[in-house]
């Protein structure tokens, strides 16, 4: 009789170590891979959907994410091997072929497509023009990143010169930016969400332009892998777009509340209202991507904003550091999946 028992209990054990991912000895994880963002934004949106979703691991990945402030700190954690998947600005990758890499970065999934920084003006909000801001203080962003280079392309296509018609104040460290203008730095700044919304909450100005706008589509955030990791694991490069392709798609379908309410864990110290202005600022203006695929004529605009900030060497052929193949499959996935 014990030993029908234990037989039982044996054929008991096997059977749910078959019916369940964990335990029992099983390969219970995805494929893990590591994501390194370049700051904590909801101008990231989808990012934080294919995570709260579980769209990565519908597709078999355990995904880690870490925030690494800093574009140069974010690529440096992605040449040394520190993590397999960089979430930055496209530049970053330019810098990086300029420099006449060996195992060059390249671009494999876009999320955002316009520039997320907003003009933001201390005074005169009521019949605000963009000649209101010659003569003034203008506290900016870091010299050679894209925010500061959209910021200035977009100030010129205004007639204004950066460099002779306003005080641009770029030596200060981005975490630090919105402190300086609550402290008085400055007439205008150049803020990311959901820093804007929160400044005009607490009455220090308001939003009077949008540089995403002014700046026009361009792959101004985009995840990146180097050639050889993509090489190796391109079946995992193929989920992990999968995964970002069905986020925006989500995203492109869900009202500014429904999103906010699926990255809110991402902002544990943000009112929720705040994430909702935020969210909605940025789906009005056609911020986030609705496909992974870098086009040329948004590489093409990028190369513009580039050369206009003098930080580009020659012009880089789209085919050179960015690989559509991935967000293209994806794309045409999705899409079959929809006409069934």
């Not at 690494?68 to 998947?85: E, F, Q």
Request: charged residues 25%.
């Amino acid at each position: 009789m014990k030993r029908r028992n234990k037989r039982s209990l044996s054929l008991m054990l096997i059977t749910l170590c078959f019916s369940i991912l964990a335990g029992c000895g099983g390969d219970s994880t995805g494929v893990k891979v590591k994501i390194g963002e370049v700051t904590r934004s909801v101008f990231y949106a989808p990012e934080y959907v294919a995570l709260s979703q579980n769209f990565f691991k519908d597709e078999g990945l355990e995904v880690e994410l870490q925030t690494i402030p800093g574009g140069d700190k974010t690529m440096t954690a992605l040449l040394s091997g520190a993590i397999d998947v960089a979430l930055v600005g496209s530049e970053t990758s330019i810098y990086v072929y300029q420099q006449g890499a060996d195992d060059p970065v390249i671009n494999f999934a876009q999320l955002t497509q316009r520039d997320g920084t907003f003009l933001f003006a201390r005074k005169d909000v009521d019949d605000f023009s963009w000649d209101k801001v010659e003569g003034s203080t203008f506290l900016g962003q870091r010299k050679g990143g894209m925010p500061q280079m959209a910021g200035a392309y977009s100030l010129l296509q205004k007639g204004i010169d950066p460099a002779k018609d306003i005080t641009l104040i770029q030596n200060i460290d981005f975490a630090n930016i919105a402190g300086a203008f609550a402290s008085g730095t400055g007439d205008y700044v150049q803020l990311f969400e959901p820093q804007a919304s929160i400044f005009e909450r607490e009455g220090r100005g308001k939003v009077v332009a949008s540089f995403g706008i002014e700046s026009g589509y361009l792959p101004y955030t985009v995840f990146m892998s180097k050639d050889s990791y993509i090489s190796k694991n391109g079946d995992t490069v193929q989920k992990f777009t999968n995964a970002i392709q069905r986020a925006q798609l989500w995203v492109k379908e869900h009202s500014p509340e429904e999103i906010t309410d699926a990255i809110l864990p991402f902002f544990e110290n943000t009112d929720r209202d705040i994430v909702v202005s935020s969210v909605k600022r940025y789906k009005e203006q056609d911020t986030y991507a609705v496909n992974p695929v870098v086009d040329n004529e948004e590489w093409n605009n990028l190369l513009d904003v580039m050369e206009n900030a003098g930080e580009l060497k020659a012009r880089v052929p789209v085919e050179k550091i960015v690989n559509n193949s991935f967000a293209e499959k994806a794309e045409a996935s999705l899409k079959a999946d929809v006409s069934k």
